[in-house]
C-alpha cells in the first residue's frame, strides 16, 4: 500500500495567520490526492480534491498544490472554525490510503 | 437529502464477529462505489475496504485481509462489513463514505459511524 505521511503532526497559529501544511506520498501518485477536513466529534469533510481543486461551497481561503509525491495545504487567513484535524488521502491505487492528520488549534 | 447510517456496533470480545450496516438514501446506490474507513480513539483515518458499483471489485487494507467481508445490496440500498477474529486494536468508530459519481477516490458523504469496541 502506498504511504502517506503528513506534517507537522500538529500546529499552533493566530487568527488570520496563513498556515501550510504537507503531505508527502511514498511513490509518485500523480495528482491523485484529495484533502479533508474533521472537525471534533464528526465525520470528515472533502475540502480538496485532485490535489489543488476545491470541492464546492469551500471557502476560497483554502487551497491545495503538488503532484507526484509532494503535496502542500495552505489556509490563507485562518479562521476559528478552522480548528480542526486535516488529512490527505491518495487515491492512485486502493485501498486507498489517508496520512496520520495535521491537528489544526488556534 | 442524501444519509448514511451505520448500525450494527456494539461491545464483542476478542476473537468475536461483528456485521456492520450501512443503510443509505437519498441518491441512487448503486451508481456509487462505496468505503469503510475507521477512527481508533483519538487516532487518525484508516481506510479499510471499497467496492465497486456491482460488488464484484472489493479492496482491503493488509490490516484487515482475511478477517473482514466487504459485501453490498443493491435492492436494498445497503452496504455491509462482516467482522471476524476481531482483536482489541479494532476497537475504532466505523464509518461508511459514498464515492462521487463525477470525482475518483472522493469520499463526497460519510456516515456518522458505528463503535465497535472489542474487550473482554
Known amino acids: 500500500d502506498i504511504q502517506m505521511t503528513q506534517s507537522p503532526s500538529a500546529l499552533s497559529a493566530s487568527v488570520r495567520d496563513r498556515v501550510t501544511f504537507t503531505c508527502q506520498a511514498s511513490?509518485?501518485?500523480?495528482?491523485?490526492l484529495n484533502w479533508y477536513q474533521q472537525k471534533p466529534g464528526k465525520a470528515p469533510k472533502l475540502l480538496i480534491y485532485?490535489?489543488?481543486n476545491l470541492e464546492t461551497g469551500v471557502p476560497s481561503r483554502f487551497s491545495g498544490s503538488g503532484s507526484g509525491t509532494d503535496f502542500t495545504f495552505t489556509i490563507s487567513s485562518l479562521q476559528p472554525e478552522d480548528v480542526a484535524t486535516y488529512y490527505c488521502?491518495?487515491?492512485?491505487?486502493?485501498?486507498?490510503?489517508f496520512g496520520q492528520g495535521t491537528k489544526l488549534e488556534i | 437529502q442524501v444519509q448514511l447510517v451505520e448500525s450494527g456496533g456494539g461491545l464483542v470480545k476478542p476473537g468475536g464477529s461483528l456485521r456492520l450496516s450501512c443503510a443509505v438514501s437519498?441518491?441512487?446506490?448503486?451508481?456509487?462505489?462505496m468505503a469503510w474507513i475507521r477512527q481508533a480513539p483519538g487516532k487518525g483515518l484508516e481506510f479499510l475496504s471499497y467496492?465497486?458499483?456491482?460488488?464484484?471489485?472489493?479492496y482491503y487494507a493488509d490490516s484487515v485481509k482475511g478477517r473482514f467481508t466487504m459485501s453490498r445490496d443493491n435492492a436494498k440500498n445497503s452496504l455491509f462489513l462482516q467482522m471476524t477474529s476481531l482483536r482489541a486494536e479494532d476497537t475504532a468508530l466505523y464509518y461508511c463514505?459514498?464515492?462521487?459519481?463525477?470525482?475518483?477516490?472522493?469520499?463526497?458523504?460519510w456516515g456518522q459511524g458505528a463503535l465497535v469496541t472489542v474487550s473482554s
Open positions: 463514505a459514498r464515492e462521487s459519481v463525477m470525482l475518483v477516490g472522493a469520499l463526497d458523504s
Open positions: 437519498g441518491f441512487t446506490f448503486s451508481d456509487h462505489y
Open positions: 467496492i465497486d458499483k456491482s460488488g464484484s471489485t472489493i
Open positions: 511513490h509518485d501518485i500523480s495528482n491523485y
Open positions: 485532485d490535489a489543488s
Open positions: 488521502q491518495q487515491y492512485d491505487n486502493p485501498p486507498y490510503t
